[in-house]
């Protein structure tokens, strides 16, 4: 009989490139560049989507959604999310809460914390209570201090969906 409760922890990180849209949950911040990939390169959607793979046990988002593939090319973070949701229903799983930190030094992202969070929460169907971003700069170390990466960590907790036991 498998555990009514399960944690799982993401991670993700992109280059940020001028002209692209910066954008976290969905959610567009203005700033001359963005994060960049083969999707929309949300590394906090990403890392969320590793969150609730990993407590699910169900592998990682490369698997799921190969960057290979044509079909994921400018996919949205939210919609990676849903996706993720979807599969976890199938295993019996819905999420309980996440909690997550955006690492950026550039821009200052104190302002836009909460607009993300509810972007993250609607994505997710969670109630804002349950959804926490948190943001850190790299106090000017490494790439992410440098201005040339955003990254994003995560954790999440599942319980078994209604009708799973
Ligand atoms: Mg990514």
Do not use: Y
């Not at 999707?39 to 190969?66: K, R």
């Amino acid at each position: 009989r498998p555990a009514l409760h399960r944690v799982g922890i993401g991670f993700d990180i992109h280059r940020l490139k001028r002209g692209r849209p910066f954008v976290l949950a969905g959610g567009r911040i203005p700033h001359a560049s963005g994060p960049d990939g083969h999707s929309d390169a949300d590394p906090l959607s990403h890392a969320v989507v590793d969150a609730l793979l990993g407590a699910a046990a169900l592998g990682d988002i490369g698997e799921h959604f190969p960057e290979a593939s044509p079909r994921w090319r400018g996919t949205s973070g939210p919609e990676f999310l849903r996706r993720t949701l979807a599969l976890l229903a199938g295993a019996g799983w819905r999420p309980v809460n996440v909690d997550a930190t955006v690492f950026c030094e550039r821009p200052k992202l104190g302002p836009h914390k909460r607009a993300v969070e509810a972007a993250l929460a609607r994505a997710l169907g969670l109630p804002a209570s349950a959804v926490n971003v948190k943001a850190k700069t790299m106090e000017g170390l490494g790439p992410v201090g440098t201005g040339k990466a955003l990254a994003a960590q995560a954790v999440a907790s599942l319980a078994r969906a209604p009708g799973q036991g």
